[in-house]
């Protein structure tokens, strides 16, 4: 079964309303969830990741900002928040540093990232060798593959050989908006994959309720 992770984002950012989001789906069989440091503070963050815990959830902290102090910033309040995992993020030589002895799954990640909403660049071969390289670092867990915000590769096809390559689990991240992808990313081997905006925008079954749209998705990753 392929991992489904809620993202309590939209456009890249975390939504004003995500303490009372997270309250509705959580009896939904949901597993994960995630947020974004853009957008949420790190008061809100510990809030968020706090409520999440409470509800028997693992929490996932994914690292959108584009200037390196950001970045790092955000990996030192995911720290303090106590979330499970940091998804993102390109500064890895200081990530491994930050994260050293948290506990918390590191997945940064492969290829060129460009810009927010972020958009990942590189040919297959090339973000395909930057997984490897990254999975190969002690301090790393998997990568977080933005495959669908990648404008010029067949993304079941780059996922396929970004999970032959890493060594760990491949996330998906990033404009999945239906069943048809979410089948295509488990045939190409990805331990999971992110929606969000999809949610909040009422393009699931269920719509435009939330919870009964997490619960689609749910049965969608179950299926396949």
Do not use: N
Not at 21 to 43: C, I, M
Not at 59 to 76: F, H, P
Not at 180 to 197: S, Y
């Amino acid at each position: 079964m392929i991992e489904f992770v809620f993202m309590l984002t939209h456009h890249d950012s975390t939504v004003p309303h995500a303490p009372e989001v997270l309250e509705s789906v959580r009896d939904t069989g949901l597993r994960y969830v995630g947020f974004k440091d853009v957008g949420a503070d790190p008061l809100r963050q510990r809030e968020l990741a706090a409520a999440a815990h409470d509800a028997g959830l693992e929490v996932m902290l994914e690292v959108v900002s584009t200037s390196a102090e950001a970045e790092l910033a955000s990996l030192r309040a995911a720290v303090d928040a106590g979330v499970d995992w940091v998804l993102g993020g390109t500064h890895v030589d200081e990530g491994e540093r930050l994260l050293a002895g948290s506990g918390i799954r590191y997945c940064p990640f492969p290829g060129r990232i460009v810009g927010h909403p972020s958009v990942l660049e590189g040919s297959t071969e090339e973000i395909a060798g930057d997984a490897a390289s990254l999975t190969a670092r002690p301090g790393v867990h998997g990568v977080d593959l933005l495959a669908y915000r990648h404008r010029t590769v067949d993304p079941a096809a780059l996922t396929a050989e970004v999970v032959k390559a890493a060594d760990g689990p491949v996330i998906a991240a990033g404009s999945v908006v239906g069943p048809e992808q979410i089948k295509a990313l488990a045939a190409a081997g990805a331990w999971g994959f992110t929606i969000g905006g999809a949610i909040f925008e009422g393009l699931l079954p269920g719509a435009p309720d939330v919870a009964a749209q997490v619960r689609s998705v749910l049965e969608f990753a179950r299926a396949v």
